[in-house]
Structure formats: C-alpha cells, structure tokens
C-alpha cells in the first residue's frame, strides 16, 4: 500500500502555531505519517479488495448454482425412483390381491359344495330313518292288528 498523502508543510506549520518549534513539527509529523501511513487504505487499494471479493462472490454464486443444479437433478432421479417403486409396490399389491381373491373364492366354492353334500347326505339318512320309522310303526300296527284279531277270536263266543 502507498503511503498516506496528506500535507506534511501545513501539518508542521500547524504544531509551530501552537508552541512547538520546528524540528519537534518535523518529528511528530514525520512519525505520525509512518504510523498512519501504512495502515491507511487508498481507494486503489479498496478497488482491488473490491474487485477481489466480486471474484470470490461470481465463484461462490457459480457454487451455489452448480449445487442447486445438482440438488435438482438427485431431486428428480429420487421422485423417479421413488415413482418407479410406488409402481412396483402398486403392482404387486394389485397381484397378491387377487391371489387372495381367487383363493377365497375357491374356499367359498369349496365350502358350498361340502355343505350341500352335508345336506344331501343328512336328507338322505333323515329318509332312511323315516322309512325305518314307517316300517317300525307299520309293523306295530300290523302286530297291533294281529293282536286285536287274535283277541277278538279267542272272546268271541
């Protein structure tokens, strides 16, 4: 960095107005200006610090677009993939769906054809016990008959 520029004649000239003499001037303003000098910042310097941090800031700024370009782009392979899954997923619901259809309507079959043999089966064997029982009571009857008859012949006079 340059030096500060500031006038050094009017400086010293000043401390003489106010009491000191001349090489005593000369000596404050020479060391104030080596101190301030080279922590002092001219608009040369500002412009070139300037020009630097828009250099970082076109940097950062091209990161930050390049970061979100990519953001966007594993965004969008994500939701694909996750569609993709989503489908999959859907597809093979819909197919255990109708292997459990299928399956419960073969257990409905199944079970009307066993009741309906079950009712055939007890119908038949309801005919056979009635049959026996008509025969039971034909035979009863028929004993009952015999009996009366015999009964009848053997008071009969």
Do not use: C, W
């Not at 060391?31 to 941090?53: F, H, I, P, R, S």
């Not at 969008?76 to 899954?85: H, I, Q, S």
């Amino acid at each position: 960095m340059p030096a500060l520029a500031f006038d050094t004649y009017k400086a010293v000239k000043a401390l003489q107005a106010a009491g000191a003499d001349e090489s005593l001037a000369e000596a404050v303003v020479a060391t104030v200006g080596e101190a301030v000098g080279g922590n002092v910042a001219t608009k040369a310097d500002l412009a070139e610090v300037q020009a630097g941090l828009e250099i970082e800031i076109g940097a950062v700024k091209t990161e930050v677009a390049e970061a979100k370009a990519e953001l966007k782009t594993e965004i969008a392979e994500v939701k694909a993939e996750l569609k993709t899954e989503i489908a999959e997923v859907k597809a093979e619901l819909k197919t255990e769906i109708a292997e459990v259809k299928t399956e419960l309507k073969t257990e409905i079959v199944t079970l009307r054809e066993d009741m309906l043999k079950g009712q055939q089966d007890m119908s038949h064997s309801i005919q056979g016990v009635y049959r026996l029982m008509v025969m039971a009571i034909l035979t009863i009857t028929s004993t009952i008959i015999g009996a009366a008859i015999a009964l009848v012949r053997y008071l009969a006079p």
